[in-house]
């Protein structure tokens, strides 16, 4: 089922994230997506994520698809300027991938190619309004394309930022240059969340939370101090640090989060660290398998 | 105001090294340099010690009123008489100011500064990125604070969703969206920052 249609049904959404690889091998990413056959109204794809660099996300996405998995392909405005954008939206559709995430992308400095020149050429509402102006058959320059792309796109927004003033401009913005939805960086916070989400109630599109189950303490801090936008509770931390099984742990804190901004939001998208190993596990304790 | 730095000393003698030896001379920028203390008398005399340290054919330092702008090489050179006598120049200023001095002398002319942002003084503070030359200028929307330079990202229609308890996360100082959102919404006119702004018509610079 398309995920634009999943999404008008009201249904709970449930995505899940997978990286391609970093080199020519794709088979080990097909493999971990395949452990969440039956679980995910969708798979997301990332794009050069936290700007490691990693195969194009048209391929895995197109792979994928072969596979029989929607999916919701990235795609920054941080390593492509318009031309290259355009392109990059007509052979995704032509690849069959139908729902995009727009976002600008982290900075070049944060990953492993930190000398990169920064293009950021268009910003996330200017390539949202790209996606738009394609969609009805033409170009950024208003001149027709022969055929359409039929994308369903989406938006980033941080529930944790703040004040909230600037970042209700962006994501009004967002919501004015059509994205269908909004997906949100990892909530560990049910509390700070339903907060964002009370001022965000307004928008209109349905919210899906991000969720990343904790694995460790040590991986909690490595998180806090290395991921931006990323804010670990100390509750959290010291749970985790007496937890016989951290993992375990982690899946719990990650459940409970979830029951407490579930009236909050309309879906929840799984990233996981290291693989979907447990998140059939994860989804089956919060009620959301079958 | 150009902003520069200094480049590490390792890259300017690898560069002086692809140059036949001859003498050098060590010349500074009246303007913008010497006020941010990158190409004044004591940077010029302390770079002019270390060549002459590593054993380089160095002359006296010199400084000039602008490097990027000048009458002729003649009048630069009758303020400076030793600058024609010098085999190469390292300029301590902006890339314009030794583009300028390479075009004028028609001698080898080597940078010995980085320019990194078009920026500001404000008594001893220099305040960098204030413009990084879009050639559509739009700072006036945005409360005299430019998100093209300010934003690490260029965000022209709103902050990205890094910027956590007003600051960026890329470089650790206040994300300039904040300060125009203050700054609009307590000059009252928050209603600018309204409708979708496009990207920078790159045309426009040709
Ligand atoms: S809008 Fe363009 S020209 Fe104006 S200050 Fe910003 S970068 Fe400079
Ligand atoms: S935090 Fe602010 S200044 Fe930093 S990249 Fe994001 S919008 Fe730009």
Redesign the pocket.
């Known amino acids: 089922m398309g995920f634009a249609y999943v999404l008008e049904s009201g249904k709970f959404v449930v995505t899940a994230e997978v990286s391609p690889p970093r080199g020519t091998d794709i088979s080990g990413a097909l493999a971990g997506a395949g452990l969440l056959q039956g679980l995910v109204d969708a798979v997301n794809v990332t794009d050069n994520q936290r700007s490691m660099m990693r195969m194009s996300p048209i391929v895995l996405c197109h792979k994928l698809g072969e596979m029989g998995f929607e999916t919701i392909m990235h795609m920054t405005c941080r390593d492509r300027n318009r031309l290259a954008l355009q392109s990059d939206l007509l052979a995704a559709h032509a690849m069959g991938i139908r729902n995009i995430l727009a976002m600008s992308g982290d900075y070049p400095t944060m990953g492993d190619q930190p000398s990169t020149k920064p293009v950021f050429d268009l910003d996330s509402v200017q390539l949202l309004q790209l996606i738009e102006k394609m969609n009805n058959g033409y170009d950024f320059q208003d001149q027709p394309i022969d055929g359409h792309t039929s994308i369903c796109a989406g938006a980033v927004a941080n529930p944790y930022a703040r004040p909230f003033g600037p970042q209700l401009l962006k994501i009004n913005k967002k919501v004015s240059a059509k994205a269908r939805f909004i997906q949100t960086q990892a909530v560990f916070d049910a509390a700070l969340f339903n907060e964002f989400a009370d001022v965000a109630m307004h928008i209109g599109i349905p919210i899906i939370a991000g969720i990343i189950p904790i694995r460790s303490a040590q991986n909690a801090r490595f998180m806090n101090e290395k991921i931006p936008g990323v804010k670990i509770p100390d509750e959290a931390i010291s749970r985790m640090e007496t937890a016989e099984d951290p993992a375990l742990e982690g899946m719990r804190i990650a459940a409970e989060t979830i029951a407490d901004i579930r009236t909050n939001c309309r879906g929840i998208h799984i990233m996981p660290i290291g693989g979907h190993g447990n998140t059939r596990r994860l989804l089956e304790m919060c009620g959301l398998v079958g | 105001m150009l902003i520069t730095r200094p480049k590490p000393i390792e890259e300017i003698l690898s560069m002086l090294e692809m140059f036949p030896e001859t003498s050098i001379c060590v010349v500074g920028c009246g303007i913008c340099a010497r006020k941010i203390q990158t190409g004044g008398e004591a940077q010029v005399s302390m770079m002019t010690a270390r060549l002459q340290q590593r054993g380089l054919d160095v002359m006296d330092g010199k400084m000039v009123r602008h490097a990027c702008s000048t009458e002729s090489w003649d009048t630069m050179v009758e303020e400076n008489p030793a600058l024609d006598k010098a085999g190469i120049l390292l300029v301590m200023s902006c890339g314009a100011g030794v583009s300028l001095l390479g075009r004028l002398s028609g001698k080898p002319t080597l940078p010995a500064l980085d320019t990194t942002s ?1 920026g500001s003084a404000l008594k001893d503070e220099v305040l960098e990125n ?10 006036g929307l945005y409360g005299g604070l ?1 998100p ?2 300010g934003c690490p990202k260029s965000q022209v229609n709103g902050p990205c969703g890094g910027s956590i308890d007003g600051d960026c996360e890329i470089w650790g100082r206040e994300c300039i969206w904040i300060k125009i959102y203050e700054r609009l919404e307590s000059m009252g006119m928050l209603h600018l920052l309204d409708g979708i702004r496009p990207p ?1 018509n790159h045309d426009r610079r040709l």
Do not use: A, R, W
């Not at chain 2, 030359?133 to 700072?139: K, L, P, T």
């Open positions: 078009l204030f413009c990084v030359m879009c050639g559509e200028c739009g700072v430019c093209k330079s920078v």
